[in-house]
């Protein structure tokens, strides 16, 4: 069974950077979609930016141009380089995993079918 361990969060103030890491094990899917999602206090789980096999991307609009997702195939590792963090970004984020079936689905966490356990983000003002 896949299984996906995020890391990297903390408490940053307005400004800064952080790189969560999210390791993934046993991913035999060939046609991958992986995708990170954050969830806010109170708020429904949004995604944030995505990555699939062919090494294409896309991002949320609120974060385009501040985070970069990223992978290490050697490393079995999806990244999310985050920076100019702002206190809206703070949340749990979360990595996620499913095949690559043609449709990005960034708005669309029902169809992820792996999930790791969540990492902690929180920007001060």
């Known amino acids: 069974q896949v299984e996906l361990v995020e890391s990297g969060g903390g408490s940053v103030q307005s400004g800064g950077s952080l790189r969560l890491s999210c390791v993934a094990s046993?991913?035999?899917?060939?046609?991958?979609?992986m995708s990170w999602f954050r969830q806010a206090s109170g708020k429904e789980r949004e995604g944030v930016a995505a990555?699939?096999?062919?090494?294409?991307?896309l991002y949320a609009d609120s974060v385009k141009g501040r985070f970069t997702i990223s992978r290490d195939n050697a490393k079995n590792t999806l990244y999310l380089q985050m920076n100019s963090l702002k206190p809206e970004d703070t949340a749990m984020y979360y990595c996620?995993?499913?095949?690559?079936?043609?449709?990005?689905?960034?708005?669309?966490?029902?169809?992820?079918?792996?999930w790791g356990q969540g990492t902690q983000v929180t920007v001060s003002s």
């Open positions: 990555l699939i096999s062919d090494g294409n991307t």
């Open positions: 996620a995993a499913r095949r690559w079936d043609g449709h990005w689905h960034l708005s669309r966490p029902n169809e992820y079918n792996t």
């Open positions: 046993r991913y035999t899917a060939s046609s991958y979609c």
